[in-house]
């Protein structure tokens, strides 16, 4: 009885709070908050729209004629948005906690995100998947996840955790979960690997959405991969690819982050013909760019100027996304949606004024009104310490002859260059380490690279995608072991090391990915180490650290290094 009356009372709750959106929408009642004069996107109908927003509860009830409200505001001239969303986003790229993502994206107009936490799953398992979840409570700013279904990415990595369906099942039913990220084990899909299809089938059995990671992929084996129930992709860098997917039903995530940007080559997609199977994401946003360049306001404002109509793109960056998250009230100006809304100078310039989250204004052109998340000690606890290795010695690091990786520069494939003998400076070849970091195992392996162009020193750092080992660049063994061992000292981070010394560092230590210092500290921090890599001959025009953290992660082609040797990831092979 009494569970049944505590149900009616929650049940009679509704209904008051439901009676009084009615009132406030037919004008009877004063609404909390009115967007007053103003000219708003539709985005069911592609068109600019003009009247009163009214807010109750924090959802919209109105948008025709006048409405008043305990709050005005007056954005006469002004245009008005729904809320951007990003469709895919390791959080963790920022290199700061959540608190200070939101803090440094609310500003940009974003006010929801889609969050693959592999990263530091990778590193601590569920518990870094609690610690993202307890981090991202009451922000302003809706941080909704899609689970990791690589940990580790391939069994060609030694990663800091393995979680398996049973792992991730429990976190289904939590209310900001939608679904499973990214499956970038599609050669595990092709060749019917068990234990990557049961984390397909148990998230379907929760009726969730899967994303999907495959590049390059085509034909039967595309059609094999989407077969197993994989319903997008954010790693189309063609067109031709982009419209294969999209044909045979899939729904395209156009990435344009920090280390992969992927608009320009996918603009025709921002067409009616197209555009409403497709979505705007990041995937990984470096501290720089977030403060440089801006977050989906950016990729909105660049499609604009590179000729995509401005109302529909504004549409991919908000409704469409909603729409495939099946996030059924947000994405859109109208009765009983969530009165997330972006405030624009106009739609040329894009420039946001004011934002407003669940009808509260969270930013004004000051600082974002918002309460840092208390975490649990224990929770905290389970992602900091992460770095369990032995002191790396130089002997460690002796190499002769061995393959050579090629980088391509502005991009995160590698190419087979075949072998070297040793580091030749003059032919830009220098030394690459991979050092397990988790279970003290002391495993360390070594190649050739081609394509960093440090001349110099030894660049080093615990962000590795995507198990995170420590992965160095260097011209002389001292200096590489010197900047692993930095990192062992400061729990994770990145480091540059010159002759017996350490010239730059920045310390991560949750996780060995992820700081709770300020945006702008940790972005100076790692400022001052792209810097320092670029005095000592890295290729200019890349991120140093970005571009050698891919370099081990052995699902994208052609060759990577990870701590079981040089893998050849078309065949997941071990070659040396």
Same mark, same amino acid.
């Given at each position: 009885?009494?569970? +049944? ?15 009084? *959106? ?76 959540? +608190? ?20 530091? +799953? ?12 307890a981090a991202t409570e009451g922000l302003p700013l809706d941080v909704h996840f899609m689970l990791p279904s690589c940990v ?90 982009? *419209? ?46 977030? *403060? ?29 996304? +909603? ?17 997330d809304f972006v405030v624009l100078d106009d739609l040329k310039n894009v420039n946001v004024e004011m934002v407003f989250k ?176 670029v005095e000592r001959g890295t290729q200019p025009g890349i991120d140093p650290f970005m571009t050698m953290s891919f370099a ?25």
């Amino acid at each position: 009885m009494a569970q +049944a009356k505590t149900q009616a009372e929650r049940i009679a709750l509704k209904v008051r709070r439901k009676q009084r *959106l009615v009132r406030v929408a037919l004008g009877q009642e004063k609404a909390d908050l009115v967007l007053k004069n103003a000219d708003y996107i539709n985005v069911f109908t592609g068109e600019i729209c003009h009247g009163d927003i009214a807010v109750a509860n924090g959802l919209v009830v109105g948008m025709d004629g006048q409405y008043e409200g305990v709050t005005e505001v007056d954005v006469s001239g002004r245009i008005v948005a729904p809320g951007f969303i990003d469709a895919h986003i390791h959080l963790e790229s920022s290199l700061v906690s959540p +608190a200070s993502f939101a803090r440094a994206v609310v500003p940009h107009g974003t006010t929801t995100v889609i969050c693959d936490p592999h990263e530091i +799953a990778n590193v601590c398992g569920t518990d870094g998947m609690d610690y993202m979840i307890a981090a991202t409570e009451g922000l302003p700013l809706d941080v909704h996840f899609m689970l990791p279904s690589c940990v580790p990415a391939t069994p060609m990595e030694e990663s800091g955790a393995a979680l398996s369906w049973r792992d991730i099942n429990a976190y289904f039913d939590h209310p900001r979960v939608l679904g499973l990220a990214e499956m970038m084990n599609y050669p595990g899909i092709l060749m019917g690997d068990r234990k990557t299809i049961e984390k397909i089938v148990v998230s379907q059995a929760y009726h969730k959405k899967i994303d999907g990671h495959a590049p390059g992929l085509s034909g039967k084996a595309l059609n094999a991969y989407m077969s197993a129930g994989v319903y997008s992709d954010h790693e189309c860098d063609t067109l031709e690819n982009a *419209l294969e997917k999209l044909r045979k039903g899939q729904f395209i995530m156009i990435r344009e982050g920090t280390a992969a940007q992927n608009l320009e080559a996918l603009l025709p997609l921002l067409t009616p013909q197209y555009a409403h199977r497709c979505m705007f994401a990041t995937d990984d946003k470096h501290p720089g760019d977030l *403060l440089d360049k801006g977050h989906i306001d950016y990729i909105v404002r660049k499609a604009i100027r590179l000729g995509a109509d401005p109302i529909l793109t504004i549409i991919v960056a908000s409704h469409y996304a +909603a729409r495939y998250f099946l996030l059924n009230n947000k994405g859109a100006i109208s009765p009983g949606y969530l009165a997330d809304f972006v405030v624009l100078d106009d739609l040329k310039n894009v420039n946001v004024e004011m934002v407003f989250k669940r009808g509260r204004l969270v930013y004004d052109g000051g600082a974002v009104a918002m309460e840092e998340p208390a975490i649990d000690p224990d929770i905290l606890g389970g992602v900091t310490g992460t770095v369990h290795m032995p002191p790396l010695t130089a002997e460690q690091l002796a190499l002769g002859d061995a393959p050579l990786i090629g980088l391509i520069p502005g991009q995160i494939v590698t190419e087979d260059l075949g072998r070297a003998q040793g580091v030749d400076t003059a032919q830009d070849v220098v030394k690459m380490t991979v050092c397990e970091r988790h279970h003290h195992t002391g495993h360390v392996a070594s190649c050739y690279v081609r394509g960093y162009g440090l001349r110099c020193g030894a660049v080093a750092t615990s962000v590795a995608h995507d198990s995170h080992n420590i992965i160095a660049c260097g011209v002389n063994d001292v200096d590489m072991a010197l900047a692993v061992n930095r990192l062992r000292e400061l729990g994770g981070g990145m480091a540059v090391a010159e002759d017996g010394r350490i010239v730059a560092e920045l310390a991560l230590p949750v996780a060995g990915l992820v700081t709770d210092r300020p945006l702008e500290e940790v972005n100076a921090a790692l400022e001052r180490c792209k810097a320092a890599a670029v005095e000592r001959g890295t290729q200019p025009g890349i991120d140093p650290f970005m571009t050698m953290s891919f370099a081990s992660l052995p699902v994208i082609p052609t060759l990577r290094l990870t701590t079981r040797g040089v893998i050849d990831v078309n065949t997941q092979t071990i070659i040396e």
